[in-house]
């Protein structure tokens, strides 16, 4: 019987219009008996009609299991094809290495980063106000000028690095984020100004500012790609490294650093850290189930950053 008959009969039977039974047979026919569930309404099944049946079955089950509806599996749909463009490189060992950045990065393969974390120099000649527990330390590159030059370097190849659809975080100072602003802008595109705020402030003026008690961190993206877990807020709380405990002036608490890691990577992903002082966010990467990249000028961090990776082994 030739289907335009077919499509006659089913209108006159169901009353259904010809443009919708067309789309049911569609759906049905991409739809593998397997793959349909009573649970979910024919509008989930005929969102995911399109895909694979190995993607077709994981979004399905999921949204029976956690009773998505509608509008969340279509955002669990389109973040499913942006991981899916997400191509590149596979790296298996973790990486800490001594140097610098703008030359060793050029050692590692493009596309094989999945999340850039990194707290570069601040380009502010930054010294302890410490000084009884960091006597000494001034920061390798920590000079505007200098700072400018060699994150722009580090965030050209960096960008080359990463995999498309990838997410960024620079940690930055409010004196300095304006220059930094135009140099992450050529490389990536910026989403937000993130607060860091802390438990107590540093020091500084005691008389005539207010105490600092927060760090900006910028957060680009290459490309596009979902945050995992929940919306959260722009404003992030976790506590400063103790002073007693504190091995680097700038040092990075590590449930920070584990937090961005858990919201922009996935479990077995890359994480890279050009300048990765002793070596916090590589060992927040490994807490987390994930390798990284790390690299670090300064002998004096590299070193103690190596001795704080071996004993977390
Ligand atoms: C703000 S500190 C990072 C501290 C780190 N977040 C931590 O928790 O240990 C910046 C680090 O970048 C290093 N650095 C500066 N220029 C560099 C370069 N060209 N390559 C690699 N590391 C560099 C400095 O020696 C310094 O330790």
Redo the contacts with the bound molecule.
Sequence with gaps: MPIGTKYAEAIQKTGLEYQTLRDYKWVASKSHLSLRNDKLSFHHHREVASLEPEQQTYLLKKAVAESWPLIKLKQEKYRLNLEKARTGVTLSDPNYLH????TLLESIPDNSIDLLLT????GIDYESEHREVNPFEK????ILEKTLT?LDK?LQITSRKLKENSHAYI?TSWKTYPYLLPIVERYFTLNNLLVWMKNNWTAGDLDANYGQIHEFILFAHKGRRHLNGRRDASVLHFDRVAENGRV?P???PLKLLEYLIEKSSLLGEVVC?????????CLAAKNMGRKYVG????KR?FDV?LERLQKSA
């Design positions: 140097g610098d950045c703008t707290d570069p120099p601040y920061l390798k590159n920590d060699v580090t940690f680097h700038t040092e990075k850290d050009p300048f990765a002082g002793v070596a916090s966010t690299i670090e000028l300064d961090w950053g």
